[in-house]
């Protein structure tokens, strides 16, 4: 399984990005997909899931703000990221779930000015 994910950049604190999250390969044996994120100095932490059957799930500090969503068409799952605040600031993961495996994509970079 690959994954390409793309839409970071900068905003300014208050302002808005879509990440999208493009998978291929071996994808029939995913059963969700999720993001995390990283700031310097931090650890790796989950922003949000979606299982294919529909359930989402989310951090704390993102609820209400973020919205993870997933076309199956596509094989695409988006993070669509609202009121976005300085602590939001970094480097953002995409990966699938397998029963087997977990798989990784490149980060693609958030950076949320104040």
């Known amino acids: 399984v690959q994954l390409q994910a793309c839409g970071g950049g900068l905003v300014q604190a208050g302002g808005s990005l879509r990440l999208s999250c493009a998978a291929s390969?071996?994808?029939?044996?995913?059963?969700?997909m999720g993001w995390y994120r990283q700031a310097p100095g931090k650890q790796r932490e989950l922003v949000a899931h979606?299982?294919?059957?529909?359930?989402?799930n989310y951090a704390g500090s993102v609820k209400g703000r973020f919205t993870i969503s997933r076309d199956g068409a596509k094989n695409t799952v988006y993070l669509q990221m609202n009121s976005l605040k300085p602590e939001d600031a970094a480097v953002y993961y995409c990966c699938a779930y397998s029963l087997r495996n977990d798989y990784w994509g490149r980060g693609t970079l958030v950076t949320v000015s104040s």
């Open positions: 979606i299982i294919y059957g529909g359930t989402t």
């Open positions: 390969g071996s994808i029939v044996s995913i059963n969700a």
